[in-house]
């Protein structure tokens, strides 16, 4: 089992920078594909970004590539989303996921491990 608890939402203006954090424990952090969502008020829960676990390949939704950078930090089992030049559209709740394998996924019922998701508010 994976426990993965995000931290780093909160209320920014447009143009504004926030970088979410996704800490993962249980078991090893080794092969442990990490995916960034997000869900949007009476909208479908969405593909952000994900990373294979060495870090070498990054992957990212059209509609943030360019202002979103995913990263992760395997010593301390940490995965992280940049996000700069936020705008409105840019707000929901954002939820780290993570599954075993070699390659990428960006499909939501691809990851097996959820976290429980950290609000983005982003005003114009």
């Known amino acids: 089992q994976v426990q993965l608890v995000e931290s780093g939402g909160g209320l920014v203006q447009a143009g504004d920078s926030l970088r979410l954090s996704c800490a993962a424990s249980?078991?090893?952090?080794?092969?442990?594909?990490m995916g960034w969502f997000r869900q949007a008020p009476g909208k479908e829960r969405e593909f952000v970004a994900a990373?294979?676990?060495?870090?070498?390949?990054?992957y990212y939704a059209d509609s943030v590539k360019g202002r979103f950078t995913c990263s992760r930090d395997n010593a301390k089992n940490t995965v992280f989303l940049q996000m700069n030049s936020l705008k409105p559209e840019d707000t929901a709740v954002y939820y780290c996921?993570?599954?075993?394998?070699?390659?990428?996924?960006?499909?939501?019922?691809?990851?097996?491990?959820w976290g429980q998701g950290t609000q983005v508010t982003v005003s114009s």
């Open positions: 249980g078991r090893t952090f080794r092969n442990l594909v």
């Open positions: 996921a993570a599954r075993y394998g070699s390659s990428w996924y960006w499909q939501e019922y691809e990851y097996n491990y």
């Open positions: 990373i294979t676990w060495s870090g070498g390949s990054t």
